[in-house]
C-alpha cells in the first residue's frame, strides 16, 4: 500500500507542483499526505495508480473529478478550500490518498474593495469585464450571473422574452 501512495503522489506532484507549507495548526494531518493545487474554476489532468476503480472526493463541493479511460483522472477546483482524494482498488482496499487545495486564480483578476464589505471583480484580458468571483458582494455576482446565463441562453437559442 505505502508504494501505491507512493507512486499516486509522485504522478501528482508530476501534474502539480507541491504548495509550500508546513504542518501548522489545523494542518497535522495535511502534511503527511501529497499535495496538489487547483485553480478555481481550472481542470488538472492526473493518472491514477493502475489498480485504481474507484475515487472519493471528500467536499465534492470544492473539487470534482472524472474517470477517463486508461487511469485518467480530471480534477476540477469548483470552491476555495481543501479536501482529500483517496483511491480503492476493486476489492475496496485504499491504495492511494492525496489532499487538493484549491485556491483563486491571480492571473489576469482585478478586484476593487469598496469598504469592508463590498468587493466586485474584474477578467482584465487585457480589457477588464466583470467576473464574478467567489467572494464578490452578492448583488454584484447575482448580476454578473444573471448576465452570463441569460448570453449562455441566447447563444443556443433558448431565450425566451422576458415576462
Same mark, same amino acid.
Given at each position: 500500500?505505502?508504494?501505491?501512495?507512493?507512486?499516486? &503522489?509522485?504522478? #501528482?506532484? *508530476?501534474?502539480? /507542483? =507541491?504548495?509550500?507549507?508546513? %504542518?501548522?495548526?489545523?494542518?497535522?494531518? !495535511? @502534511?503527511?499526505?501529497?499535495?496538489?493545487?487547483?485553480?478555481?474554476?481550472?481542470?488538472?489532468?492526473?493518472?491514477?495508480?493502475?489498480?485504481?476503480?474507484?475515487?472519493?472526493?471528500?467536499?465534492?463541493?470544492?473539487?470534482?473529478?472524472?474517470?477517463?479511460?486508461?487511469?485518467?483522472?480530471?480534477?476540477?477546483?469548483?470552491?476555495?478550500? &481543501?479536501?482529500? #482524494?483517496? *483511491?480503492?482498488? /476493486? =476489492?475496496?482496499?485504499?491504495? %492511494?490518498?492525496?489532499?487538493?487545495?484549491? !485556491? @483563486?486564480?491571480?492571473?489576469?483578476?482585478?478586484?476593487?474593495?469598496?469598504?469592508?464589505?463590498?468587493?466586485?471583480?474584474?477578467?482584465?484580458?487585457?480589457?477588464?469585464?466583470?467576473?464574478?468571483?467567489?467572494?464578490?458582494?452578492?448583488?454584484?455576482?447575482?448580476?454578473?450571473?444573471?448576465?452570463?446565463?441569460?448570453?449562455?441562453?441566447? &447563444?443556443?437559442?433558448?431565450?425566451?422574452?422576458?415576462?
Amino acid at each position: 500500500m505505502r508504494r501505491s501512495v507512493l507512486r499516486l &503522489a509522485a504522478g #501528482l506532484l *508530476a501534474a502539480s /507542483a =507541491a504548495l509550500p507549507g508546513g %504542518a501548522g495548526p489545523g494542518r497535522a494531518a !495535511e @502534511a503527511a499526505l501529497p499535495v496538489v493545487s487547483v485553480s478555481v474554476d481550472n481542470a488538472k489532468v492526473m493518472r491514477l495508480p493502475e489498480k485504481a476503480q474507484t475515487v472519493i472526493v471528500g467536499n465534492p463541493l470544492i473539487a470534482d473529478v472524472t474517470l477517463q479511460k486508461n487511469g485518467v483522472l480530471v480534477l476540477t477546483g469548483k470552491s476555495f478550500g &481543501a479536501t482529500n #482524494l483517496i *483511491a480503492l482498488d /476493486a =476489492a475496496g482496499a485504499m491504495i %492511494a490518498e492525496t489532499m487538493i487545495r484549491v !485556491e @483563486a486564480s491571480q492571473s489576469s483578476v482585478v478586484t476593487v474593495q469598496r469598504g469592508p464589505s463590498e468587493r466586485n471583480s474584474y477578467s482584465c484580458t487585457p480589457i477588464c469585464q466583470p467576473s464574478m468571483q467567489l467572494g464578490d458582494t452578492a448583488d454584484y455576482f447575482g448580476q454578473v450571473s444573471s448576465q452570463a446565463d441569460q448570453r449562455r441562453k441566447l &447563444a443556443i437559442g433558448s431565450a425566451g422574452p422576458e415576462k
